[in-house]
């Protein structure tokens, strides 16, 4: 018999409860390498074998970016950057990518899971239109140099050197001329009347091609020397909201900044374009049939979005140049548009153009529209709509019986995708001043002026009333 009161036999030294927990631990463990597996960072390359504008996106709406590349949204929401043969780490999990370039191009699109190592995604957008191959060149006349965070980039960029981010994006949405607001003199001394580094046969990047009117203070003798110099003069900001009336159109707050103040220089020769024509179309119907001639641009204050959402092409005569650009828009030979291409032509001859006929003379009239969201087409002259009809080509016969103009004027979803510079139909010599045209900015001019009445100078209410002696003068 033993004293020993241990056991025989060793009793186990962890409890099954132990066991247990170990056995759940590992399960665990084993189950969270296998997410992480999963989950893990992969890379794609993505290559169109050209620059595009490229969004990358997972099913939660994140969107994934190439190193070093500040996220940007476009006014849709999609996130987006600019290049080509890019690499960017992205999680193991459904993704859809689509590469887009500007409004020539449709946009192409795929998903897929990334699979270990990098996989090479492919894609090219198709072409819709070439428009430089008929002599069209378009452009965004209103880029911030030094703030591209307004289209959605959180990037700030030296005053003193050219923006990257705007030499990718211009490349990559295929935009012909780009107008860099310069943000401060010392920009415009540096750069005023040079070709920015990325600029090449097709595409022109300037500082202050374009320069927009900054309210009544400005001075005119500075536009005039602006003009002098070569630089085309306009509005940037499109007005808010229907303007069927003078008093629609004129509203509240403050016209320093916009083109309110248009109906003033029009009249005196003072701005070369109207960068409403889209979205205040009937306005700028109004200030051409009032007998002033400016070109219609596209315009927006909105700057979220890839530069050049809407453009403002113009048919260059030989090479392109700032120059030549910008000799194009001064010449009235213009269509703006959201994407559509949009001619229109009379007897061949496009907008911007001037025909002097004589009483009962007879035109043919053409419209022609490419591109998308387009649903129907009208030919419009000073006295209404000359004839309309769906996407593709309209054509008609005009009797021109007094001065009159005629543009044409794609429509789609209720809005204006596209409006073309008029071809003015002159007779004998007279042009159009429509009476019911000319009083409305009589009447848009006497609003304005009770608006701005206590904020500007003398001076400046003196130029108003030479403006509003300009129209009177038509009416007679």
């Known amino acids: 018999m033993r004293d020993d009161p241990t056991p025989l036999t060793e009793a186990p030294t962890t409890p099954a409860s132990s066991t247990k927990a170990r056995t759940a631990r590992r399960t665990t463990q084993r189950a969270a390498q296998q997410i992480a597996q999963q989950t893990a960072q992969r890379t794609i390359r993505l290559r169109a074998g050209f620059p595009c504008r490229w969004s990358v996106w997972s099913a939660d709406g994140k969107g994934w970016f190439p190193r070093d590349t500040p996220p940007a949204r476009d006014l849709d929401g999609l996130p987006y950057f600019h290049g080509d043969d890019l690499v960017l780490d992205v999680p193991r999990e459904p993704l859809t990518v689509r590469a887009a370039r500007g409004m020539e191009y449709d946009w192409a699109e795929t998903t897929l899971v990334p699979g270990d190592g990098e996989t090479l995604v492919e894609l090219a957008p198709r072409r819709i239109y070439d428009a430089a191959a008929r002599g069209w060149y378009g452009a965004d006349l209103h880029v911030p140099l030094n703030q591209p965070c307004w289209y959605g980039a959180d990037l700030d960029v030296p005053l003193n050197r050219p ?188 907008p911007g153009a001037t025909l002097d006929l004589a009483p009962g003379s007879k035109v043919r009239v053409v419209g022609r529209v490419i591109g998308p969201l387009v649903e129907n087409v009208r030919l419009l002259t000073a006295d209404g709509e000359l004839a309309a009809g769906p996407t593709g080509e309209v054509a008609a016969e005009l009797t021109v019986i007094w001065p009159t103009y005629v543009v044409a004027v794609a429509e789609g979803g209720g809005q204006v995708r596209a409006h073309t510079s008029p071809v003015y139909l002159d007779v004998e010599g007279r042009r159009v001043a429509r009476e019911e045209d000319v009083t409305f900015c009589l009447r848009w001019l006497e609003l304005l002026e009770e608006l701005i009445r206590n904020r500007v100078s003398a001076g400046y209410l003196a130029v108003v009333e030479e403006a509003r002696r300009v129209y009177q003068s038509r009416l007679a």
């Open 163 to 350: 923006s990257q981010w705007v030499a990718d994006s211009q490349h990559g949405e295929d935009l012909h001329v780009v107008n860099l607001l310069p943000g401060d003199q010392d920009a415009v001394e540096r750069w005023s009347g040079r070709d920015l580094p990325w600029s090449d046969e097709t595409h022109v990047a300037r500082v202050d091609l374009a320069h927009h009117a900054l309210g009544p203070e400005e001075g005119y003798d500075n536009v005039r020397k602006l003009r002098e110099r070569g630089a085309l003069i306009g509005y940037a900001n499109a007005f808010r909201g229907p303007v069927e009336t003078p008093e629609q159109l004129v509203g509240d707050g403050d016209p320093g900044y916009d083109a309110r103040l248009s109906v003033v220089d029009a009249a005196l020769g003072l701005v070369d374009s109207f960068c409403s024509a889209i979205g205040s179309d009937r306005a700028y119907r109004r200030l051409i049939g009032a007998g002033n001639r400016v070109a219609a641009v596209a315009g927006t204050g909105h700057r979220l979005g890839p530069i050049g959402r809407e453009r403002t092409y113009a048919h260059v005569t030989g090479p392109l140049t700032a120059e030549s650009y910008a000799d194009a828009v001064r010449c009235g030979r213009t269509f703006a548009t959201t994407g559509p291409f949009l001619e229109l032509s009379i007897e061949g001859h496009g």
